[in-house]
C-alpha cells in the first residue's frame, strides 16, 4: 500500500434489483487529509459510504483502513478500528440529553460487562467522571455546553449536526466520513462546521466528505474525487476538479 494511505477501497460494486448504484468504484485518501466526494444526485455516493462502512455489503470489491482490510466486518468493528460516520439526516436519540448522547458513544466501556459493574465499581466510575469530562470539553468546543441537560431532540437541524459530529469524537476516530454536513444548515452554523472540521484535522482527525454545497467541498478538501453513474468520473485538487471539463459537463452542467 503507499505510503500514508490510510482508507483505500479499489472494485466496489452494488447492485439493488438489477441498478449498478455503484459501480467498480475506487477511492483512497491519505492520513491527515480532508477530502471530498461529489457528483450529481444518484450519483451513487451514499451508497459508496455505506459500503465503506459494511453498512452494505459489497458485491465484489475490497475496502482497506490502516493497512487492514475491513470489507467483512461487522460495522461496529470497523468503529472500533477508528473509522466512524454521520449522515445526511442527523441521527440522534431526541429523548436522551444532549449529555447522554454524548456518553452513549466511547468504546468499550467497563461498565458494558455485566461482571465488572459488580466486581469493579471504582473503575466504571472513574471511566464515568472522565467520559463526562471529555463530552463537556467537546461539547464546549462546539458551543452546546449549555445545552448538555436539554434533549437532544429539542434542539435545531444545524445543532443536531454538530452533536452527531461531536459525538463522534468520543470514540477518538481516526476517520470520520461526514454526509452532507451542510445540508438544511444555515450559512453561519456552516461556517462554524467547516471551522471544527478544519481544527480538528489539524489535531490529527482525517475526514472524508459529501457535500452538495461546492464552496465548503472546494474551501475544505485537499482532494477531491467525482462519482458519475456510480463509477469514477475524476479525482484531484480542487482547482483541478473545478476546470475538468468532464466534471463540468455531467455535475454542473456545462
Known sequence: MTKNIL???KGLSKSFGGIKAVNNATIELKSGSITGLIGPNGAGK???FNLLANFYTPDRGEVIFASKPIHQLPTHKIARQGMVRTFQVARVL???????NMLLA???????NIIKVWLDRKTIKKEEKLNREKA??????????????????ALSGGQRKLLEIARTLMSDPKLILLDEPAAGVNPTLINQI???IVNWNKAGISFLIIEHNMDVIMSLCDRIWVLAEGSN???????EIQNNPHVLEAYLGQ
Do not use: F, N, W
Not at 140 to 151: C, F, I, N, Q, R
Not at 233 to 239: I, K, V, Y
Open 7 to 9: 482508507l483505500s477501497a
Open 46 to 48: 451514499t451508497t459508496l
Open 94 to 100: 431526541s429523548r436522551l440529553s444532549v449529555l447522554e
Open 106 to 112: 466511547p468504546q468499550k466501556q467497563t461498565g458494558e
Open 136 to 153: 463537556m470539553s467537546i461539547l464546549e468546543s462546539v458551543g452546546l455546553d449549555s445545552k448538555a441537560k436539554d434533549y437532544a431532540g
Open 194 to 196: 467547516c471551522d471544527h
Open 233 to 239: 468520473l475524476a479525482d484531484g485538487t480542487p482547482e
